[in-house]
């Protein structure tokens, strides 16, 4: 099949097969590119679609981002149930596979020890939301009672206000306990933005948005441990998703262009 070589991943030499079923960008299925001690997971994808113009025109449009982020991740997720992958960006694409080879040489180094950082490792995400108002928590079937005069009213929303407002700090509170928590249980952590509600679509105000690097063979404690805190504080929500490729600390070695998407030039193979 000709076209251009979409990467998902590059990691070390591994012996498991990948499900068999399992397909990628552009439906094609994914391969191994061995180059020395390293291996790209490559696939084929068109020119059409991937070249330098299509693609700077794809990557506005919400539908194609979406669809071709599932099947890059699930390539990702497939190769992190058998071996540590270190994800590329979303859409990194080069000629033909004596382009890959180069970026392979090119980043040996960083590669390597980025590889070796994360052999073994996960990456697991624990967010932390406001759920609700106070007063909404307690009693969400009681509508509040309607102020008597305007006085009542100040007096009202007053309350509320410095509810709110302990609200606020008491899940602040939570939220940089645990983060301390967990850091002291993994190898490393990374704090993200807090997300928008508006895009996320998640209920509720997200105070914590972190990523924890923990050992496979301690995620078990690491799970149960979040698991422990989710019933502690009223009106707060704890998330946990994973186990992921360690995406939050690939760092730089995760693609050699600062875009996220580009074509290389190489002689075919």
Known sequence: ?????????????????????????AGDPPRLLPHGDLVAVVSHVPEADFGEEALRAHLEDLDWLTGT?????????ALTAVTTPLPLRLATVFRDDSGVRVMLEERETAFRRTLERLDGRVEWGVKVFVEAEPEQAAAPAQPAPKPASGRDYLRQRRRQSRANEDLWTRAEEFATGLHRTLSERADDA???????????????????????????????????????TKDDAPGIRVELTGPWAAYSFAGDERADGADGAETREGDAS
Do not use: I, K, W
């Open 69 to 77: 982020a599932r099947a890059h991740q699930q390539v990702v997720d």
């Open 190 to 228: 990374r704090l993200h933005a807090p997300q928008n509600p508006r895009l996320s679509g998640a209920a509720g105000r997200n105070v914590l948005n972190a990523a924890y690097l923990v050992r496979r063979d301690a995620s078990e404690e690491f799970v149960e441990r979040v698991d422990r």
């Open 1 to 25: 099949m000709t076209g251009l070589r979409y990467v998902y991943a590059v990691c070390r030499p591994f012996d498991a097969a990948l499900q068999t079923q399992l397909t990628g960008v």
